[in-house]
């Protein structure tokens, strides 16, 4: 992954990757992931690497004075989602309220608009998952054995149980 990054991005990269979230916020959005994505979805590990990105670069940004709270955590969660899923699963927020006592949605919808002002409204983070559908293309023109083991690993380390880091 680091390899196919620019100098720039590079270290932005290990920035990110070197911050370590509470346990609480990845059991949430751990939480979150089983509970309201498609547990079919290869994409449903790309929300959770997304959301968890989006709150270290908030914690990157804010150099650690932006409080993960609950509704951060969320709204990190609900944007994630949109950007993987697109139109593809709709999200029930009210049942995300519901589940977490979030007493009004609205609270959410305030909270995906205050992380992306902190983060100026970029959200896009590259996935492993972005990187294997890369290389699994420029396998399409080699050995098939080699776009079958590339498909392999995708598949192997795209369970949203493995860690962040061990992804």
């Given at each position: 992954l680091a390899t196919l990054l620019s100098q720039e991005d590079q270290l932005h990269y290990h920035q990110i990757n070197n911050i370590q979230l509470p346990q609480h916020v990845l059991y949430i959005l751990h939480q979150l992931t089983f509970t309201f994505t498609p547990s079919t979805s290869s994409s449903s590990s790309a929300t959770l690497w997304t959301a968890i990105t989006l709150l270290k670069k908030l914690y990157l940004?804010?150099?650690q004075q932006h409080p993960i709270d609950l509704i951060t955590i969320v709204a990190s969660f609900t944007l994630a989602h949109k950007y993987q899923h697109s139109q593809t699963h709709i999200l029930d927020y009210h049942l995300i309220a519901h589940t977490f006592n979030i007493h009004d949605i609205q609270l959410i919808h305030d909270g995906e608009v205050a992380l992306?002002?902190?983060l100026s409204y970029d959200i896009s983070v590259p996935t492993p998952d972005?990187?294997?559908s890369y290389f699994s293309n420029l396998a399409n023109n080699t050995d098939p054995k080699i776009k079958t083991i590339i498909d392999e690993a995708r598949l192997a380390l795209s369970s949203p149980s493995l860690s962040h880091q061990t992804f």
């Open positions: 940004l804010s150099q992306l002002d902190a972005d990187f294997f």
